[in-house]
């Protein structure tokens, strides 16, 4: 589909970045190495899309949305690191660590974490966004922190080679995946200044998202090949990693999937407003598959 916001973000994010030409330029360029390595930026874009469904003000929400990203990459950064999956490539290259060693990879996902909190409660981002500002960067610290997506990784981490119930699977993906997700709608409707229904509303969406966005994961990491997803396939496997795939099935995973996603989709049937474009992201998530 056509991302009519990634024009936008890419600027932003380049434009938020610190100057390289400093004595402590290594940890810029490695930070400028990952958040400016492509990808996605589904979730900037979720902040973006669910702004200005709910009438507001794009240029006032960008910052946020490259608050996510930064977040998001910090996360990537010390995912790939040996002490957690030990993964080589990301997004088709080197993973940090490998081009800058482990210590300067640490420092810049420390930094790329404060640079978010920097961006979101700076006087010019809150000069436009005021309380609604700072209750945004809330929703992002609670969702980053150790009961979402730090809480994830923890799980993660703790269950492999084990044997794990579905139930906690689901909970480490709504915490590992699905926290900046729900981050990313939320906060896009608080900047927008939506009322609690809109609010829910987009919680929701981004649960069924995240959730059908994981296991695609999944089978995608059984499924495709390291050329197509930019990042190594049979990690789980290798890493003893029990998921939606090996308990339910390829074949139940694929329906689950589906079934989530238009789930996500039938939430949008109770939200005003044109929400064609989030109906097409949720699908395209979806249809990786394909």
């Known amino acids: 589909m056509n991302n009519k916001y990634l024009p936008l973000?890419?600027?932003?994010?380049?434009?938020?970045?610190?100057?390289e030409n400093c004595t402590e330029g290594s940890v810029v360029r490695a930070m400028k190495y990952s958040l400016l390595s492509g990808?996605?930026?589904?979730?900037?874009?979720?902040?973006?899309?669910?702004?200005e469904l709910c009438i507001g003000d794009t240029e006032a929400a960008l910052?946020?949305?490259c608050a996510i990203e930064m977040i998001h990459t910090y996360s990537l950064i010390h995912d790939d690191l040996p002490c957690?999956?030990?993964?080589?490539l990301r997004r088709g290259k080197?993973?940090?660590?490998?081009?800058?060693?482990?210590?300067?990879?640490?420092?810049?996902g420390d930094a790329l974490q404060s640079l978010a909190f920097e961006v979101m409660l700076s006087s010019s981002a809150l000069e436009k966004t005021g309380v609604y500002g700072a209750k945004a960067a809330g929703v992002l610290a609670r969702e980053c922190g150790a009961l979402g997506m730090v809480g994830g990784q923890v799980i993660d981490l703790e269950?492999?080679?084990?044997?794990?119930?579905?139930?906690?699977?689901?909970?480490?993906?709504?915490?590992k995946t699905g926290a900046l997700l729900r981050a990313s709608c939320v906060m896009g409707a608080v900047l927008a200044q939506a009322d609690e229904k809109t609010v829910c509303a987009a919680r929701q969406y981004a649960e069924k998202v995240g959730l059908a966005f994981q296991i695609v994961d999944d089978i995608l990491d059984i499924e495709s090949d390291t050329a197509t997803l930019g990042k190594p396939v049979g990690s789980d496997a290798e890493n003893e990693k029990v998921n939606y795939v090996t308990k339910t099935g390829l074949a139940q995973a694929k329906k689950l999937a589906e079934s989530l996603t238009k789930e996500a989709v039938d939430v949008l049937d109770g939200v005003d407003g044109d929400t064609e474009f989030l109906r097409e992201l949720a699908l395209s998530l979806s249809h990786r598959l394909k």
Not at 84 to 88: E, L, P, S, T, Y
Not at 94 to 108: M, P, R, T, W
């Open 9 to 19: 973000i890419e600027e932003a994010l380049l434009a938020l970045l610190p100057d």
């Open 39 to 51: 990808g996605k930026r589904i979730r900037p874009t979720l902040t973006l899309a669910w702004n």
């Open 63 to 65: 910052p946020y949305a």
């Open 84 to 88: 957690m999956d030990d993964d080589d």
């Open 94 to 108: 080197k993973s940090n660590h490998i081009v800058f060693g482990e210590d300067i990879a640490l420092l810049a």
């Open 159 to 175: 269950t492999e080679g084990k044997d794990p119930s579905l139930d906690v699977i689901s909970e480490m993906y709504s915490k």
